[in-house]
């Protein structure tokens, strides 16, 4: 009997020890503290602005049971605003006089305004989304924004720019709305149904990483599930019917687990980790907390979707026991949430040990060295392929030039998630601007598959070298050019003495001279400045031997005289 008594005592202890290391919860229907459910809808965000620093922004009122729609947009930039609706309902505007808005000819909306009535215009406008950019993008030149709002109630502009660093194309996809920090948007809550609970135990955890463990039931509605944690580690467990797809947005900060298809932005379909076909509720919780080997978890959520497309959005809380990360470290260069966080940095130098400050300007003859790097994203390994690179021109949003790259060498054990690049500056245009953004677009791969290309982009400022003074050719001689000069110089001198001779020969003077020629070729002789007579051809002949003796002198006479 004592030994019965003992082996139940041990049984009791064992039990009691197995529920305290893994404390379990029922979920209830009330208020979930942890997340905010929204549904996700079709839309855009661009950098993209008119010449006149106008913006283009499309409202797409989907189908409510709110007939009137107030627009508060009194502060709003200037911009052109497109509306339209399947629905018939009545929108109110107060607008300020640099907001035009654009209705379709046939529109169901009804627009009220008390002031700047002429500011709206009616054109034939497409009704299909698609059709409705490429309109947009014919006439404005682009759209800086397309938004479909859900159960929209009220809807204000809070006065800043609506832009958003990145691509200046819009192109359509499954977005946020709440992101878009220009506008205030009221709507109605959704209408999936949710419960949730948390074990008493995890608040005396000594984890500091949080673990949320997040159940759509087997017999629930097949949706796609987008999560934006928190600026924080986190943990989280997803599990869910066959042909769920999760797809967490801000994965750099989160560790994950799931039997489904888990999805990056733009990324394909990654394989399901593990299996698990029961949807009760204590046996999800223990199976998150065997996956990531702790005894306890910080909340538990159920969900049914009532869309194909949903958000989970992580609520921010004050917990001085959690480590939170500065979000400065990891503030990604395209911050839009349809875009993979990826960080560009430039170098001067090919060792990559110098960065380049956004605000230096760089020579356009240097040459520039790019680091593009990622963030551990869950426990998918993901490689980098720049696929182009562009810059534009600050001053003149027409000025796009195309930068050829070349590859630089990145040893896994140096930068196992970057890849590495460099690019001339001369390719740039001779213009007066000197501010450029630069893009690349970028394709993440596993293995051999690769997602859509994402852009990064950069700030750079460049400046002209400076002109050196042309220098002088210097002609260098051979030994063949230093020969032959000396020869020819050796040619003329022999041809000169040669005509120097040939000239004393023709020309020079005879070997005898008498008294009077050589009077005649003296200067100051008192002789030589007389005149020469002529001699009489008939002399007598008592002269004519005294003549003869000298007619050699005679004959040479005229000779002298020219000479």
Known sequence: MEGHMVRLALLLCITVAASASSPTCDPTKNVNPWFHVREMQTGCWTSFVMEDKAEVHILHFTPTDQKIIPLHMPNAKPMNLILTSPDVVSVFFNINADVKIYLDSNSTITPFSNEHQNNVYKQDIPTQNEDLVEWATQKFGGVTSFTTLQNLKEMSTTGTAGTTPGSRNCTLRNEDAFEKHFMEIKNEPSATSSASCSPQQQENSSDEVELHIINIPENARICNVSLRMDTKMIRVYLRGPQGTAWTILNAQYTRFASNNDVLLPSFTRGTPLHTLNSDNATEVQNKAMEIFNVTTFTSYTELRPVDSSILLVLVQKDNPTVTTTPLAQFIPTTTASNQMPLLMQLYTSPDFRSPLDPNTKVQSDKRIYAEISRHTWGVIELTIKVTSCFVYSKRSSSVVKELPFIPETCPPNSCP?????????????????????????????????????????????????????????????GLPGVLGIAFGGFLIGVLLIGALWF?????????????????????????????????????????NSSANASIGSTQSTPTSSMA
């Not at 501010?435 to 970028?442: A, H, R």
């Not at 005898?512 to 050589?518: E, H, V």
Request: glycine letters at 4%.
């Open 503 to 543: 000239i004393k020969i023709k020309t020079g003077y005879p070997t005898g001279l008498d008294m009077s020629s050589t009077a005649a070729s003296l200067p100051g002789c008192p002789c030589s400045g007389a005149k020469r007579q002529p001699v009489s051809n008939n002399a007598s002949p008592s002269e």
């Open 417 to 477: 998630n970057s890849t590495r690049l460099s690019f001339s500056l001369d390719q740039l245009p001779e213009v007066t601007s000197t501010s450029w953004d630069l893009e690349c677009s970028v394709k993440l791969c596993y293995s051999e598959h690769c997602a859509d290309a994402v852009r990064v982009n950069g700030n750079l400022e460049v400046t002209q070298p400076c002109l050196q003074p042309p220098t002088p050719p210097c002609f260098d001689f």
